[in-house]
């Protein structure tokens, strides 16, 4: 999920709460679409652990792509993709 501005303390709650759902289980699925090798490098370095498996993928077409085929718990998105706006 994502919340736009204006950003309500519920809303907030509602995220933060789906988030918890999410870490609570054993393997997390997580898709990085950035364009920048070395950008998708550091994140997957920053990211990481055991309990992370992470896909990642140069444009927003091959996101889209994926996305058809498999289900990702969450998704880190360069806003700025040059095949497509974020």
Same mark, same amino acid.
């Given at each position: 999920g994502y919340l736009t501005k204006p950003v309500? #303390? *519920?809303k907030v709650k509602s995220a933060?709460? %789906?988030i918890e /759902? $999410?870490?609570s289980r054993q393997v997390k699925r997580l898709? #990085?679409?950035e364009d920048d090798k070395l950008q998708q490098d550091a #994140? %997957?370095?920053l990211v990481e652990g055991e309990d992370l498996e992470i896909t990642s993928v140069l444009? /927003?077409?091959e996101a889209l792509r994926l996305i058809e085929k498999?289900?990702?718990d969450c998704i880190i $998105? *360069?806003?700025s993709l040059p095949d497509m706006s974020g």
């Open positions: 309500t #303390i *519920d933060l709460s %789906r /759902g $999410l870490l898709l #990085i679409v #994140i %997957r370095h444009s /927003g077409k498999e289900a990702f $998105l *360069d806003l």
